[in-house]
Antibody, heavy 123, light 111 residues
Framework: EVQLLQSGAEVKKPGESLKISCKGS????????IGWVRQMPGKGLEWMGI????????RYSPSFQGQVTISADKSINTAYMQWSSLKAADTAIYYC????????????????WGQGTLVTVSS | QSALTQPRSVSGSPGQSVTISCTGT?????????VSWYQHHPGKAPKLMIY???KRPSGVPDRFSGSKSGNTASLTISGLQAEDEADYYC???????????FGTGTKVTVL
């Protein structure tokens, strides 16, 4: 059974750093793109970026380029999203998700999703 | 890249059909056959309902169907059921620079 298990909720102060994780199981982790999606409070879904764990090829939506860093460690089937200096505006639920098709061709949809990680940034 | 435009809400009675539109441009929906639709119940993970415009993942009822004409994609829910009440988001590939973009989201209410 394909599963994506995300790390737990975080409460941080502005300016702090943070790294959240997404561990995949039940499939060949290094052959499917993993993506990250943001949902700010009361708002819609936003596509942030993707990583191919097999070679760590990473691509960002222009809105998130330079704002976050996506990485992966294929040896432990885990993808990450990290911030070097959090802002209150980073308060949101962050979902990881797996691309529908295997291989590097690209992401046309996400078929399996993590349960979400709530990040709260407040002084 | 702006979000794709969806109606804020649609509603219908049990058994009726509802259609959600998703309007983009020639650089996203109109340029590629890579439109997907997600059902999102608050507090839960989004669920893929349609991908590649018309394809249904295994386990998704055939009451859900997708289509596209020009720069507008649509999701139709036939035989509306109480459990279909949720937020629905479209998503489209928008090229190698923008990557993908979601719609603004539509709340479906079953009366």
């Amino acid at each position: 059974e394909v599963q994506l298990l995300q790390s737990g909720a975080e409460v941080k102060k502005p300016g702090e750093s943070l790294k959240i994780s997404c561990k995949g199981s039940g499939y060949s982790f290094d052959t499917y793109w993993i993506g990250w999606v943001r949902q700010m409070p009361g708002k819609g879904l936003e596509w942030m970026g993707i990583i191919y764990p097999g070679d760590s090829d990473t691509r960002y939506s222009p809105s998130f380029q330079g704002q976050v860093t996506i990485s992966a460690d294929k040896s432990i089937n885990t993808a990450y999203m990290q911030w070097s200096s959090l802002k209150a505006a980073d308060t949101a639920i962050y979902y990881c998700a797996r691309a529908t098709a295997a291989g590097k061709k690209g992401v046309t949809a996400f078929d399996y999703w993590g349960q979400g990680t709530l990040v709260t940034v407040s002084s | 890249q702006s979000a794709l435009t969806q109606p804020r809400s649609v509603s219908g009675s049990p058994g009726q059909s509802v259609t959600i539109s998703c309007t983009g441009t020639s650089t996203d929906i109109g340029g590629y056959d890579y439109v997907s639709w997600y059902q999102h119940h608050p507090g839960k993970a989004p669920k893929l309902m349609i991908y590649d415009v018309t394809k249904r993942p295994s386990g998704v009822p055939d009451r859900f169907s997708g289509s596209k004409s020009g720069n507008t994609a649509s999701l139709t829910i036939s035989g509306l059921q109480a459990e279909d009440e949720a937020d629905y988001y479209c998503c489209s590939y928008a090229g190698s620079y923008t990557l993908d973009v979601f719609g603004t989201g539509t709340k479906v209410t079953v009366l």
